[in-house]
């Protein structure tokens, strides 16, 4: 899938993504995954639908959809360069990832952020229902190890 809007791109096409790019963004400016390795970057790149935004043919955002397509969908890893942000980038890039239409008619849609849940809320997320009911393992020094 390729959309256009002016001189900006939204692609879902892997081999248009710079991968340098993103594990820079992820492992050096993301606070989630700060010195996540560039193999794990690729391999989590080669096992999700992702979407690639672009300015004139420069990577200027990322995000990332795990899901079976059927029943669930994570969205993760999403950022924008900061040069970028203000331009309403990150609304456009949730309008495609949410009419996607391989994740439509889907039970639930998950997304963990501690920065824009005024975006997110926009689509639908909201906070929690029943956090007594949600469990997780987490290891947020994983990478570091």
Do not use: C
Not at 32 to 55: A, M, P, Q
Request: a neutral charge; aromatic letters at 14%.
């Amino acid at each position: 899938m390729e959309i256009h809007n002016n001189e900006y791109t939204i692609t879902t096409d892997n081999n248009n993504l710079n991968l340098t790019f993103i594990h820079n963004f992820l492992t050096h400016e993301s606070d989630w995954s700060r010195g996540i390795s560039y193999d794990t970057v690729k391999t989590s790149i080669e096992n999700s639908l992702n979407f690639g935004l672009f300015h004139n043919g420069q990577q200027i955002g990322f995000a990332r959809v795990i899901s079976d397509f059927a029943t669930i969908a994570y969205v993760g890893d999403i950022f924008i360069l900061k040069a970028y942000r203000g331009l309403k980038l990150s609304k456009w890039l949730m309008e495609v990832i949410m009419s996607h239409r391989n994740l439509q008619g889907l039970r639930r849609w998950i997304l963990l952020t501690d920065t824009a849940d005024w975006l997110y809320k926009k689509y639908g997320f909201t906070q929690l229902p029943n956090p007594e009911i949600y469990m997780e393992k987490h290891n947020p020094k994983v990478y570091q190890q």
